[in-house]
Each structure stands twice: as C-alpha cells, then as structure tokens.
C-alpha cells in the first residue's frame, strides 16, 4: 500500500509531536556534588634545634609571676609543642633596664651570634625614668642592629615586642593620678618610633599594647604586684606574636 504525500506528512508531523511532549514530561537528571573536605595543612618544619634569645627588663624576666609564666617561657613551651623541636633559651634582661643598660649588658655578656630567634622588649624605663627621647631615638636602632648580628645576622629573625601600657594598672593609676594620658601618649611615642624603624627596616614589630590597656577593665591582665602583665596576659602576648615567629623560624 502506497502513502500519499499527505499521509506522509502526517505522519512526520505525528511522530514530531510526540517526542517533544516526550521531551517536556521527562524528569530531569540531577546530581550533587561531592563534598571536597580542605586538607589541612600541618606547620611548615623548622629546625629541630632552636636557639632563642630575649631581650629585654622586667616584662621580659616576667617580674611577678612564675618562672615558667614569662612570655618567653611561654614562647618556648608552644614551640615546643607546636613543632616538637628543642628550644634553648637564653635571657638578658633585668627590671628597671632602659635602652642604656640593655646595651652594657650585651657589651659585656658577649652573647655569640649563633640565635635562630632573637626578642627585643624595651623602653619602658627610659619613659618611667623621664629620659630625654632623643636617647631612644639612638639606642633603640642600635639595640635592633645588635639583635640582627646576633640572629645569625639575618633581620628576618628578629622580632620587635611593644612597650606595655602601666598607666592602665592599679599601681600605674595610683602613680600617675590625673596624668595616665601623658603616660600613654609618651608611650604611644616610643611604640610609634619603633614601629616606624621596624617598617623601614623590614623588621617584625608586634604591638601587645592594647592588650595591657584592658589592665584596669580586666584584672586578671595584671601580675599580684599591681603593675606587670599576669600569666594571662604574657599568654596573649605570646598568640599575639605567633604568626611573626613562625615565620621567622621557618624561613
């Protein structure tokens, strides 16, 4: 039997319309996504051996707490855990040092230059002692040029700490009376200059002094003397500063 033209068309037209309306009803195939998990990425390895110097005077001895609860103590024990590798430290501060009496005692220590790390903590006293600036503004560069020499002359691994703030302690308030903002400002110079060496010398410069202004809202941020930093507050030091050392440790 022979189709006509007609039929023919028809019928295309017929078979046409059937797989669109196949095509319209048919569910749609969905498909979720896997779950990719982040890898976590471990702490690049530093050197098994660590050689730590801190510099310093009473907030690097830790005068007040514990022995083990100074910040550099505290350094050494997340270290420690951090990357299970031998930290040695070794500690040239004493309280009441200003940038004049650090400088003596590394002349006549003669510590060797053999420091992987080397903190410097200081000035202070030369604020408390009502020292002409301009005496920070010599000593201090030249203790930062010391730390280098010292950290196997390599800057990378020097790290500039802040002065803290005693004007927000109970002892810095009953000192100062009416006059804890003359005693920020002035610190606030002395950090100011330091950071700003710091930045132009590509030195690592952390700033904890926010952290001591929480002394008089927080007391537990304040050592059983009323003046230095608590264990605590030595602890926030140390996370604060975390980030610098690693990478000066692994570079």
């Known amino acids: 039997m022979k189709l006509d033209f007609k039929q023919i068309v028809i019928v295309i037209l017929s078979g046409f319309l059937l797989s669109c309306s196949s095509d319209e009803t048919a569910t749609p195939i969905t498909t979720t996504p896997p779950v990719v998990i982040p890898p976590v990425t471990p702490n690049p390895p530093i050197a098994s051996s660590i050689n730590y110097l801190a510099l310093g005077d009473s907030y690097t001895i830790g005068q007040s707490v514990c022995t083990t609860c100074k910040f550099p103590e505290q350094l050494k024990a997340s ?14 501060a004493t309280t009441g040092w200003t940038t004049s009496n650090l400088l003596s005692a590394i002349e006549s220590q003669k510590p060797e230059s053999n420091y992987d790390l080397v903190t410097l903590l200081i000035g202070v006293n030369n604020q408390y002692q009502h020292r002409n600036f301009s005496v920070y503004e010599k ?7 010391k730390a280098i020499m010292l950290a196997k002359g390599d800057r990378k691994n020097v790290v500039v700490i802040s002065i803290p703030d005693y004007a927000y302690t109970p002892y810095g308030k009953a000192l100062s009376g009416d006059q804890s903002a003359t005693i920020s400002a002035e610190i606030d110079k002395y950090n100011g200059f330091a950071e700003n060496y710091c930045n132009n010398n590509q030195v690592a410069f952390v700033s904890i002094t926010d952290i001591t202004r929480l002394g008089l809202s927080n007391p537990n941020l304040v050592a059983s003397d009323g ?7 030595y602890k926030m030091f140390v996370d604060r500063m975390m980030p610098k050392i690693k990478t000066a440790l692994q570079n």
Request: net charge negative; hydrophobic share 45%.
């Open 79 to 92: 270290l420690n855990t951090m990357y299970s590798s031998t930290i040695s430290l070794k500690i040239i």
């Open 227 to 233: 003046l230095h930093p608590s264990e605590a507050a």
């Open 139 to 145: 000593e201090f560069p030249e203790l930062v040029n």
